[in-house]
């Protein structure tokens, strides 16, 4: 999965991580895939595969052998009780992923393409009472599992 991947590699930016909450139960925390614990403190990161293709042999079929390249679709959420931290965050993470090539956990990364950029707020769930700024990032990745 091309998210762990993307995981690991954020996980060793130091630019990310001294963003992010970087300790809960003395395990470092910060980034997530999929969906952040509940109750992880702020601010985190947090990746989403949105969609995940091989692309097709010239012939129209699928080429899904070793080496295949894939492209996925990747949302990444940077997510901060302040919007001035969340743009910082998701600043650091597009300097680093914005072009970036080369391994990412168990798979190759050939090109990282950034899209967009939207700002947003999520509203306060029952019992926290404070809002949520989102950064959300939207990148194409070509790469090779």
């Known amino acids: 999965m091309i998210e762990e991947g993307l995981r690991t590699l954020l996980l060793a930016e130091s630019t990310v991580t001294g963003l992010v909450d970087q300790t809960k139960g003395g395990e470092f925390k910060g980034v997530y895939v999929d969906d952040a614990p509940q109750g992880s403190p702020f601010d985190y990161v947090l990746i989403t595969n949105l969609d995940d293709s091989h692309n097709n042999t010239l012939e129209g079929g699928d080429y899904t052998g070793a080496g295949a390249m894939h492209v996925a679709e990747i949302d990444i959420d ?27 956990g168990s798979q190759t990364i050939l090109a990282v393409v950034f899209q967009d950029r939207t700002s947003g707020v999520e ?23």
Do not use: N
């Not at 509203?123 to 790469?143: M, R």
């Open 123 to 145: 509203p306060a769930t029952s019992g926290e009472g404070h809002s949520v700024h989102v950064e959300t990032l939207d990148f194409l990745i070509q790469y090779r599992p």
């Open 78 to 104: 940077c997510k901060s009780r302040t919007p001035g931290a969340a743009k910082a965050l998701a600043s650091a993470v597009i300097a680093y992923l914005a072009d970036y090539s080369g391994a990412a």
